[in-house]
């Protein structure tokens, strides 16, 4: 996809696919980890006795990797702007008034966020 497209998709839905946005191999190593960690066996469903399971200390490795990949970068870079350290005044602007803060000093994941929160209640959704 095209940086003017992926721009585009984003603003109209509020969120943008990215096909191979992450190397397989690191995929497989968080699927991996987390079933590790979870204390359940992918292969046997008795095991998944909790529908939602917290798993803490998951900030490196593979769970760095995905979201610092250069393919994902670049996105960032085209929704936020290159090398920003927050959101733009238009950006601010575009978001409205939005409850809450993000305690993350990563400026493209929280941008993300916000911008895909903007774009939801543009459509009409408050809740």
Request: hydrophobic residues 40%.
């Amino acid at each position: 996809m095209d940086d003017t497209t992926l721009v585009s998709r984003f603003l109209r839905d509020g969120f943008v696919k990215l096909e191979g946005a992450v190397a397989p191999r690191v995929a497989a190593d968080r699927v991996r980890l987390l079933w590790r960690e979870t204390g359940c066996d992918p292969d046997d469903p008795a095991t998944w006795t909790q529908p939602v399971h917290w798993v803490a200390g998951m900030a490196q490795g593979p769970f760095a990797a995905a979201p610092n990949s250069p393919f994902l970068q670049h996105a960032y870079d085209l929704l936020v702007g290159a090398g920003r350290t927050g959101l733009s005044a238009g950006w601010r602007r575009a978001c409205g008034t939005m409850a809450g803060s993000a305690g993350s000093p990563d400026a493209a994941s929280a941008a993300t966020v916000v911008l895909y929160e903007a774009s939801r209640r543009r459509r009409g959704h408050t809740a």
